[in-house]
């Protein structure tokens, strides 16, 4: 375990600082006007990617679980997942699509911009989606070096692109976009690479897969959907009460947050393949130290916006320094998504889902943004960020009520525990 959390700082500090040049160059170097069509497309490709994502990953990775060492079995449920999340690719398309034409109709995409910005967000998502699963069988197998090398090479590659782009003067939005995108097509293509080799490829349509995947799946479905266009609904609003320049900030908001959740990516590499793995009983033992330890960590990185806002402002640069008085509302959002996000790995990794839990987040969440919307200013950027954080919130609280429901299980609430299933054979 020493040797795993050394692997997983070392190789997530070192993304962690290219994402961060990566982000901070774009705000520095893009205008407020392109940032702003910038922040549309990926918040565009964020939207699609989320739906796509299905919890198929998690799912993969419950269904396996301490048979992670027969590449067969992995093998048979990697290509089962993959077929079916290019079926979903294909259908939630034209939804990310819409989302971009609408946002962009809003601050004067021209049609040209438009077309490239389609076509650069199908294939960024097909990269994305495909990279996740195919990173399956290596965080089973603990083998993270693997995983950041090809991460690594992702984000160098577009630091280096960027900065030539920058020093020769042709660095543009659409130049920005297809850099992108292309650091995307390197992780996938590495990905696979080293994920092909813990497998075993299948003879034939892996039908039974297919299906049992989709029965963990399926009651997530409300929950998956709802989530995607809640993850975009703040700079929907600000397409329709605000103006180019809040898109911007809510943007660069948006990646100063992701600077403040280092240990996120914990949850998915280490966190959620060892919790699927766990006997009840043991994971019953470690879940109060986990959540413990959440808890701490989350109450750390919501007080930096109150203790040195100024730092975080400085990070982001002149152009946005008349959101100093917000910094707080970023930081104490990305607090409480981290707690939710620990909760969230124990939840999905362990199959706790039910089409009860879907629905209540659903309700739950619904009656506190309209709260906030009734009492808050929509116009303005305090106004936009309380409905994010009134979101995880709510969200927060319903994977607590629903680990605590799958722990003393009442008769008339109850949630799916995971179940470990018996190798079946390709249909």
């Known amino acids: 375990m020493i040797r795993l959390i050394q692997k997983f700082t070392l190789g997530q500090s070192g993304l962690q600082a290219l994402q961060a040049a990566n982000g901070l160059i774009l705000i520095w ?9 910038y922040a549309v497309f990926t918040g565009a490709m964020g939207f699609t990617s989320q739906i796509a994502g299905f919890g198929l990953g998690p799912a993969l990775m419950a269904c396996v679980g301490p048979r992670v060492n027969e590449p067969s ?13 290019l079926w979903i690719l294909t259908a939630t398309s034209p939804i990310g699509v819409s989302f971009l034409w609408y946002t962009g109709s809003k601050i004067e995409i021209t049609g040209s911009q438009l077309v490239f910005l389609i076509a650069c967000l199908l294939a960024a998502n097909f990269f ?57 097509a390197i992780s996938f293509y590495g990905t696979r690479h080293e994920g092909n080799k813990l497998i075993k490829t299948p003879q034939f349509s892996c039908q039974n897969e297919q299906q049992e995947l989709l029965h963990f799946t399926m009651p997530r479905l ?8 809640q993850g975009q609904i703040v700079i929907l609003l600000a397409a329709l009460f605000g103006s180019t320049g809040q898109i911007a900030a809510i943007g660069a908001l948006g990646r100063l947050s992701r600077l403040l959740m280092f240990l996120s990516a914990f949850n998915q590499l280490v966190l959620g393949p060892g919790v699927a793995k766990l006997h009840p009983t043991a994971l019953w033992q470690r879940v109060p130290r986990i959540l413990g330890i959440a808890a701490i960590i989350s109450m750390s990185i919501a007080a930096s916006g109150f203790v040195f806002p100024e730092a975080l402002v ?11 008085t917000v910094i707080w509302l970023v930081t104490l959002n990305a607090g409480i998504s981290y707690l939710s996000g620990v909760a969230y790995t124990l939840v999905t ?9 879907s629905l209540a987040t659903i309700g739950g969440i619904l009656a506190a943004q309209t709260l906030t919307i009734a009492f808050a200013p929509m116009d303005t950027l305090t106004g936009l960020l309380l409905i994010g ?17 799958a722990r003393y299980r009442p008769g008339w609430l109850r949630s799916a525990d995971i179940a470990k299933s018996p190798t079946v054979a390709c249909a």
């Open 73 to 85: 079995v992995m093998g048979r449920y990697l290509y089962a997942a993959l077929r079916l999340r």
């Open 314 to 324: 400085f990070i982001l640069g002149q152009s946005y320094e008349d959101i100093y």
């Open 349 to 357: 990794y362990r199959r706790w889902i039910a089409w009860w839990t």
């Open 128 to 184: 994305i989606a495909q990279t996740d699963l195919y990173q399956s069988p290596l965080q089973m197998n603990r083998a993270l070096g693997r995983i950041f090398r090809w991460s690594w090479a992702s984000e160098s590659s577009r630091l280096l692109l960027t900065g030539l782009a920058y020093v020769t003067g042709y660095l543009s939005l659409s130049i920005v976009t297809f850099i992108t995108v292309a650091g995307l």
């Open 389 to 405: 954080t009134a979101a995880t919130s709510a969200r927060l609280l319903m994977f607590i009520l629903t680990m605590a429901t």
């Open 29 to 37: 170097w893009l205008s407020i006007p392109e940032f702003a069509v």
């Open 222 to 229: 409300p929950n998956v959907i709802f989530g995607a266009f």
